[in-house]
């Protein structure tokens, strides 16, 4: 449920594009109400278009990552989703949603909403996500050592020591953009240059 003072729960609701429900999803919520995370711990025991039901379908999480992640590839695997939903008045609702293996190493991470200079953990690898100040503009999407810029339906690989990473740029509108970063094994996409 939104802070009602500012939002309409059910117009709110139709345009999330991540959401965890269940039995029992815990949720906590910031001292100024404005941001909350709901967590769900399972094994994935069914994969649908755009849901994932964990752990005996006490849980499910709807979901818009682009299909070019194979999220079958995560069919009887232990994980744990956390969706972050913060509200702003100037920039309305952003969510990351976050999906880690059974040894907390991360699956995919997933944002849409504003982007104001993002930054993302990918095992032992720090990314950044910014957008062009230019309208309709590309995102610039890299880490300390080497940046790229993505357009608008692109790709772009990244590597850390063990492991590599794929950025898919879905859209953008204004200063909001969505985008998901998965490992390289969940990649059904076409083939690009490895950074």
Same mark, same amino acid.
């Given at each position: 449920?939104?802070?009602?003072?500012?939002?309409?729960?059910?117009?709110?609701?139709?345009?999330?594009?991540?959401?965890?429900?269940?039995?029992?999803?815990?949720?906590?919520?910031?001292?100024?109400?404005?941001?909350?995370?709901?967590?769900?711990?399972?094994?994935?025991?069914?994969?649908?278009?755009?849901?994932?039901?964990?752990?005996?379908?006490?849980?499910?999480?709807?979901?818009?990552?682009?299909?070019?992640?194979?999220?079958?590839?995560?069919?009887?695997? !232990?994980?744990? /989703?956390?969706? =972050?939903?913060?509200?702003?008045?100037?920039?309305? &609702? *952003? $969510?990351?949603?976050?999906?880690?293996?059974?040894?907390?190493?991360?699956?995919?991470?997933?944002?849409?909403?504003?982007? !104001?200079?993002? /930054?993302?953990? =990918?095992?032992?690898?720090?990314?950044?996500?910014? &957008? *062009? $100040?230019?309208?309709?503009?590309?995102?610039?999407?890299?880490?300390?050592?080497?940046?790229?810029?993505?357009?608008?339906?692109?790709?772009?690989?990244?590597?850390?020591?063990?492991?590599?990473?794929?950025?898919?740029?879905?859209?953008?509108?204004?200063?909001?953009?969505?985008?998901?970063?998965?490992?390289?094994?969940?990649?059904?996409?076409?083939?690009?240059?490895?950074?």
């Amino acid at each position: 449920m939104l802070d009602s003072r500012h939002w309409k729960s059910a117009a709110a609701a139709a345009t999330m594009p991540f959401q965890l429900d269940g039995e029992a999803i815990p949720t906590s919520r910031s001292s100024s109400r404005r941001s909350w995370i709901s967590t769900a711990e399972g094994i994935v025991d069914r994969v649908e278009p755009s849901v994932l039901r964990v752990g005996d379908a006490r849980a499910s999480l709807r979901h818009s990552i682009p299909s070019c992640f194979d999220m079958g590839m995560l069919l009887g695997r !232990r994980v744990r /989703a956390t969706l =972050l939903h913060v509200a702003a008045l100037d920039t309305g &609702l *952003s $969510q990351t949603l976050t999906v880690t293996g059974a040894e907390g190493e991360l699956l995919i991470v997933a944002h849409t909403g504003d982007v !104001r200079s993002i /930054a993302h953990t =990918l095992g032992k690898l720090r990314v950044y996500v910014a &957008l *062009s $100040q230019r309208p309709g503009g590309p995102m610039v999407f890299g880490t300390s050592r080497v940046q790229a810029i993505v357009r608008e339906k692109d790709h772009v690989r990244v590597r850390d020591d063990d492991q590599a990473y794929v950025l898919q740029f879905e859209s953008r509108s204004g200063n909001g953009a969505t985008y998901a970063i998965g490992r390289e094994e969940l990649w059904c996409g076409p083939p690009s240059t490895m950074r």
